[in-house]
């Protein structure tokens, strides 16, 4: 095999990560804005918002983190509201319900996660007791 091969696989592996990352976020952010009621909604207006809510909370992020505990907290509370800002003009929608979809879309991947997590339990638990 081909040493070179590897090292070309893990700029494809890292790109293809960060689209996975893109579009995973986009539809958790789409269902939070559908159970906050926002109208205007499209996957588009998902990964833009993605895109810049997330380059604007990053230059929040790296503002406030200079200052360890406070900063920490603070640069969090903002980003979230300078994502919900952003969203605010992507989406046409209030503040509010900006806000709340990107809560719900920061909620929503943990969720779901621990519900795959026991249900595989579950299923596991079922499993062991059928053959046991």
């Not at 406030?64 to 406070?70: D, E, Q």
């Not at 969720?111 to 007791?129: E, P, W």
Request: charged share 5%; proline share 5%; net charge positive.
């Amino acid at each position: 095999m081909n040493p070179v091969l590897p090292l070309l696989a893990l700029p494809i592996v890292a790109i293809a990560a960060v689209l996975l990352w893109l579009f995973l976020s986009a539809a958790f952010l789409l269902w939070g804005a559908r159970l906050a009621g926002i109208g205007r909604r499209s996957f588009g207006r998902a990964i833009g918002t993605i895109l810049l809510g997330g380059l604007a909370w990053g230059i929040v992020l790296v503002v406030f983190n200079a200052s360890p505990l406070v900063g920490t907290g603070l640069g969090l509370l903002l980003g979230f509201c300078v994502s919900a800002v952003v969203m605010m003009s992507i989406f046409d929608t209030t503040f509010g319900k900006a806000l709340a979809a990107n809560i719900l879309a920061w909620l929503l991947p943990p969720l779901v996660a621990i519900g795959l997590a026991l249900l595989g339990f579950a299923l596991f638990g079922v499993l062991f007791a059928l053959a046991g």
